[in-house]
């Protein structure tokens, strides 16, 4: 298990045992995603996004891009945690800004992923 102070798992931790892979159409191949990226490229897919790179940024950054309408965008910044901007017409970046130790960006994807679970898909 990742450094941090909780026992309990929350939803992040729960995705990061499932190994994803995407397509990666700049290298032209099917790419392991890092553990840390993979709630939220799940809880995109769900919003229907489609997801184009993502790093779960070691030991401290982490970045998603991702296609994904306008207002969806706003929805996705409004849940907090993250820095949301443009990167090219409805191609968005998701980031931690901060610059954060390892053991402060877990917390923080741990929170961002109770946030989104609670105002993007209204569970408690």
């Not at 409004?78 to 954060?100: K, Q």
């Amino acid at each position: 298990m990742i450094e941090g102070r909780y026992t309990a798992q929350n939803v992040w931790d729960k995705a990061r045992s499932p190994i994803l892979r995407r397509y990666d159409s700049c290298l032209l191949k099917e790419i392991k995603l890092d553990p840390g990226v993979n709630y939220f490229i799940l809880a995109l897919d769900r919003l229907g996004c489609r997801t184009v790179h993502s790093c779960e940024g070691h030991p401290n950054g982490f970045y998603i891009h991702f296609a994904a309408p306008y207002r969806t965008a706003l929805k996705i910044a409004g849940a907090g945690y993250f820095g949301v901007g443009i990167e090219w017409a409805e191609f968005w970046s998701l980031r931690i800004h901060d610059t954060v130790t390892p053991r402060r960006k877990v917390d923080i994807l741990r929170w961002a992923a109770q946030a989104w679970e609670k105002k993007l898909f209204g569970r408690e």
